[in-house]
């Protein structure tokens, strides 16, 4: 038996690779290596904005997309298609839409953001927890859909082992069903970490552009590339190395 | 296989098709209304192709020129951001075409009484502006110098739209934008005095990819015609 890849098959799949991978390798070819340790230095605030969103928003995205995940993966209520379909859909909308709709409901004339400033005074927009809340609606649904594909590997029968020596349904999902899907949990959470590092359309919707307060890495990427485009091109660079780690430790993790 | 190919063919096609009739405008936020009218009568004297309009910050013209965007006409908001496209270019001149002033933006009726540029250094007010990088951000910072106002804004927008649009949404108190912007309703100007308010100039650059219809374009906008497209969207000579 031939294992042979048909050629045209292969032709296709080397323009893909080269589509995908020839931006980033013109990318390193513009970068100014001499100026690149400066670059990243120049902007510390940013890179300090982006660590403190995208772990908060990770620490959020965790919190409920692992829930979510499981509620998904062993619910059987009706309508479970649908509350899927409704949690998945900010991977496939157009991040400026998140925004807008996010602007449109917790904003300070939206429904929901109205009654957080009459009650609380509390204000989304222009504000750090904005632009964490802008990461983390971007951030849930990769965690609970590598979640759920985790808890669906769980070995149902050594649930029911724990059940028959006395485990509660809370215990059995943190002693027998966490373990299981650790590696699974750990990928979610890298790749929603990714994810919320590189927000940008939502947050600047969202959230606006303040250096030291809403102006994550992204965003800076942007108004850099009018003042200074090699910085531009140095901090873009810095996102790539910083994704393709993301990459390799969730791989690391999810296939084992 | 075929008809994959022939959708690549045409892909290709299209992203190269242009330079022959259709005249591609890359104009600042500001102008987007008005370049659509301008597109319209200019095609009205000169119906050799279609007129598309592309609008985004003047920062992002600059970068979409120097990544070899299609663009055959461009429209700033600023000399700096036209010379820096001419310059990239290397064809056509810059052409002064419409003038501008800033005013402050609040919400309709003005209900926090804000009355003056001073009025906006108060930290209790939500206060958005355009980024220093894009021209309503650089005469922003300019009126702000000769005010001796200090402000710390909630945010520095991409865009002068991105501003309106804040304080249109009720998200921001106010915001500096053009007298121009006003046009589009449902906001409050507050005139800013004379003595401290900047002079915007309006540039159009022909690009080299528009060939001869796109100088034809930049001379329509300084004929009477033009001219009063820009005057009926509020625009300064």
């Known amino acids: 038996m031939t294992r042979q890849i048909p050629t045209r098959l292969a032709a296709l799949a080397v323009v893909g690779v080269l589509l995908v991978s020839l931006p980033l390798l013109g990318l390193l070819a513009r970068v100014p290596w001499t100026g690149f340790l400066g670059d990243v230095d120049d902007a510390t605030q940013a890179l300090q904005i982006s660590a403190v969103v995208s772990a908060l928003a990770t620490l959020a995205a965790v919190t409920l997309g692992v829930p979510l995940g499981w509620v998904l993966a062993r619910g059987t209520f009706r309508g479970r298609t649908v509350l899927r379909a409704a949690v998945l859909l900010p991977i496939v909308l157009p991040p400026v839409v998140s925004g807008v709709a996010l602007l ?153 | 296989m075929q008809v994959m190919a022939a959708a690549l063919l045409v892909m290709v096609a299209g992203a190269c098709a242009g330079p022959d009739s259709e005249l591609v405008l890359g104009v600042a936020s500001s102008l987007n209304e008005v370049s659509a009218d301008l597109a319209e009568a200019f095609s009205a004297v000169s119906p050799d192709g279609d007129v598309q309009l592309s609008a985004s910050g003047s920062q992002v013209l600059v970068s979409q020129v120097r990544g070899g965007a299609p663009l055959d006409v461009v429209l700033t908001a600023d000399a700096a951001t036209a010379q820096a496209i001419a310059a990239l270019d290397g064809w056509g001149d810059t052409v002064r075409v419409a003038g501008n002033r800033m005013v402050i933006a609040v919400a309709e009726g003005n209900p926090l009484g804000i009355e003056a540029v001073s009025d906006l250094a108060n930290g209790e007010l939500t206060i958005v502006v355009a980024a220093s990088e894009v021209p309503a951000g650089a005469y922003t910072d300019e009126l702000l110098r000769r005010a001796n106002v200090r402000l710390i804004p909630a945010s520095n927008e991409a865009s002068v739209r991105g501003v309106l649009t804040k304080v249109r949404l009720g998200e921001a108190d106010a915001g500096i934008v053009y007298q121009t912007d006003l046009l589009v309703g449902g906001i409050t100007g507050v005139p800013i005095s004379d003595a401290i308010n900047p002079t915007v100039d309006y540039y159009a650059v022909a690009l080299e990819s528009g060939g001869s219809r796109a100088t034809e374009f930049v001379e329509f906008l300084l004929t009477s015609d033009g001219q009063q497209v820009f005057a009926k969207h509020g625009f300064a000579p």
């Open chain 1, 104 to 256: 449109a409901s917790l904003g300070r004339s939206g429904p929901v953001g109205g009654l957080l400033d009459d009650l609380f005074g509390i204000t989304l927009p222009f504000t750090t927890a904005g632009a964490v809340v802008a990461a983390t609606f971007v951030a849930v649904p990769f965690v609970t859909l590598v979640a759920e594909a985790g808890f669906r590997g769980v070995d149902r029968e050594l649930e029911d082992i724990a059940a028959t020596l006395g485990a509660g349904p809370w215990r059995r999902f943190r002693r027998v069903a966490i373990p299981q899907a650790a590696p699974a949990l750990a990928a979610g959470v890298v790749l929603g970490w990714a994810r919320a590092l590189g927000e940008f359309g939502a947050t600047i919707t969202f959230a606006g552009n303040l250096p030291g307060r809403t102006q994550t890495l992204p965003l800076a990427i942007f108004f850099e590339l009018e003042q200074d485009p090699e910085a531009a091109f140095s901090l873009s660079v810095l996102l790539v190395l910083v994704s393709v780690a993301a990459l390799a430790v969730a791989r690391r993790s999810w296939v084992r």
